[in-house]
């Protein structure tokens, strides 16, 4: 089963492989390259935005392939998170034998400093509290934290989605930077080594630089790539790639997005057109609505979700960025306080660097 839930298929054979390695580029029929939209409204940062990977990126994520790198990797990203909960919890304990009020308080800001935010602290110190008489050393109180924290990602983080349309079509969302095209370029290179056709669709048609950037990841995966000029609309750019995946019989079809602020009521709208637009292709698509966050964020990221998932109904998040920052706990912030499962977590810019994510996998490399 792949990521997305494709059906178990056969083998392609190499023949086909080497056509999806040409990476088949759909060019816009018109140019005009001064049709820009105005203001910067859109895409604000957008000079943030990276260059295409370097192969130097590839080579050094391939030393880090594999599940046992990528779990060192997250472990290194939530280093910070982990000596708050394992070394500052002991020191709670220090001249003390019992869970009390003062332990509790303590225990909290503990828990909101490591970024696990104010709302499900609380709700984890309540689940502490009932058990605190069973407590009486912080190898105790660690271990219950630890399963309250699994039960937290286990309630809403497990959800599979099953997906068996043909093509698939996902739709990538989120704010400028967070890694959106980063994240569908792993995706595709996964879908690809899984032997499924994957056809990418640039959609951030803002700037030249970004869908050159999507290209090389589209190359680099072996997938189709239908791109238009500059400037043009988003919508249009979907709607095709959409209508290439169903005509070239693709497994896959990953739409990128041009980043946008949560806030900005046009650029929302714009990315409801991208979605009808979709629809009015193939019913039933975007089968996939993924929002990705940038881990490093914090807080924001959940009010980015929040309001995000307003607009377009997410169907799944993904979370990057997990590797370089110190603020892990947010994990457990979203998974509680969104009803929105949590897919994929990254922990690096390289192609390896993207996993499903495992709540067991994630506590065990938080603590
Ligand atoms: P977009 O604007 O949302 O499309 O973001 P990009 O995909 O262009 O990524 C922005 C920057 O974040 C790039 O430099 C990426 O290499 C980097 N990036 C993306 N995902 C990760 C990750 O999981 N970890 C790290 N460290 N960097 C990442
Ligand atoms: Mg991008």
Known sequence: MGWFGKKEKEERTASDRAVQGKGDIHEGQSAHPQNQPAGDDTLSGRAAEAAAPKGEEADSSEKHSGKKGFFTRLKRGLAKTRNVLNTDIEDLFTGKRKVDE???????????????????????????????ADISEAGQLISILKSEILSLLGDTCLTETSLQATPRVVMVIGVNGVGKTTTIGKLAAKAAADGEKVLIAAADTFRAAAVEQLSVWAERAGADLVRHRDGADPAAVAFDGVEAGMARGVDL??????????????????????????ETKMPGAPHEILLVLDATTGQNAVSQA?????????????????????????????????NIPLKFIGVGEGIEDLQMFDAREFVDALF
């Open 102 to 132: 003062v332990l509790l308080e303590e225990l909290e800001e503990l828990l909101i400093t490591s970024d696990i935010g104010v709302q499900t602290s609380m709700n984890l110190i309540e689940r502490i509290s009932k058990q605190s």
């Open 253 to 278: 079809v990953l739409v990128d997005t041009a980043g946008r602020l949560q806030t900005k009521t046009n650029l929302m709208a714009e990315l409801k057109k991208i979605k009808r637009s979709i």
């Open 306 to 338: 929040s309001l995000f998932n307003e607009a377009l109904e997410i169907s799944a998040l993904a979370l990057t960025k997990l590797d370089g920052t110190a603020k892990g706990g947010i994990v457990i912030s979203i998974c509680s306080s969104l």
